[in-house]
């Protein structure tokens, strides 16, 4: 069987990168990679951890979800514009206080979290139907099901993501196309690293004093807490993916971290909202302390899990 044509966009660092290495040495070679990022002078690090897969069951190609003609110069370079799986990846994020983020950062935010992905299926979707088979993978988040405080606008890129492949959904089923969403929780990766250093040093001046402080002493608090406790890494997140990528029957919603799955259990099982608002109110605002203390408790119990799997290694057991 030849292999399928994967296109996945933002590979230049974290889950790009990983999943475009994981599916470029796979084995049993189910994959030929197109690895796409905006600037490929930011390649180097792809390159590297590809091997000598480069070239052989990946290459790289620039590609901007920002840009029409960037997209369609990239598909049109692709033997008959043959895409097997789309791996709709490249986002950016944005953390904060509403006030002190400019509407003009946040329509950029959507246009690439949002709109880059429209672009994307807009174009490598009627050759899907015309083939009648195909697979859209579309890296979301969990804040695609439950938004989180201070992530607002990110939150409403991904509740847009959430919509649209929702209603696109049934439709492209007709055609034997499916299409997933991926939900990690978070992820530990320069992307993240960088964007929670940059809030530290922020200018908050546009927002009040009470609101600032809740931000910086609260929520970026607990925040460090929360990707040292539960944070995936992006090879996790690759692993996920390719899961969905290999199923039989690929699922429409993937989480890829169970901790996060009472959170949307939650707000499901109250549809006035109540109950996942006054939990959330009552987790930031009463027991932040509780938290903490329980995120900690769960660093060290996967601490002390990697080293008895480290040391059964050692052993020489599986």
């Known amino acids: ?59 790289i190609k620039q590609l901007d979800v920002c840009d029409e003609g960037s997209i369609r110069a990239c598909l049109d370079s692709i033997p008959g514009r043959h895409v097997d799986v789309l791996v709709s990846n490249a986002g950016v994020g944005m953390v904060g206080p509403l006030e002190s983020q400019s509407l003009a950062a946040m329509q950029s935010l959507m246009d690439t979290n949002f709109f880059g992905l429209v672009r994307l299926v807009k ?11 195909g697979h859209i993978v ?52 320069e992307f993240e690293t960088k964007l929670y250093e940059e809030a530290e040093r922020a200018d908050y001046s546009r927002t009040d004093p009470e609101t600032a402080k ?52 939650l707000k499901h099982a109250d549809p006035s909202g109540a109950l996942v608002t006054d939990a959330f109110y009552k987790l930031v605002f009463k027991y932040d302390a509780v938290l903490r203390f329980g995120l900690r408790a769960i660093r060290l119990l996967r601490w002390k899990s990697r080293k008895v799997k480290a040391g059964v290694r050692l052993l020489g057991f599986k």
């Open 1 to 59: 069987m030849a292999p399928k044509t994967v296109l996945i966009t933002g590979c230049s660092s974290g889950i790009g990168l990983a999943l475009a290495v994981r599916l470029a040495r796979d084995k049993q070679r189910r994959f030929q990679v197109i690895a796409t990022m905006r600037n490929v002078g930011r390649s180097a690090a792809l390159a590297a951890a590809a091997g000598p897969a480069l070239g052989r069951t990946l290459e």
């Open 123 to 133: 174009e490598v979707l009627p050759d899907m139907k015309r083939r009648r088979g």
């Open 138 to 189: 579309v890296i979301s988040s969990i804040m695609g099901l439950q938004g989180i405080v201070f992530n607002d606008i990110y939150s409403a890129s991904k509740f847009a993501v959430e919509g649209f492949c929702e209603s696109l959904v049934v439709q492209a089923l007709r055609f034997n196309v499916a299409i997933s969403l991926v939900e990690p929780g978070p992820v530990v990766t």
């Open 214 to 265: 809740i931000f910086t002493d609260l929520y970026l608090r607990n925040s460090r807490d929360v990707f040292a406790s539960l944070g995936q890494t992006p090879e996790d997140i690759a692993e996920h993916t390719l899961r969905v990528i290999e199923a039989a029957r690929p699922p429409f919603r993937h989480q890829t971290n169970v901790a996060y799955t009472p959170m949307a259990a």
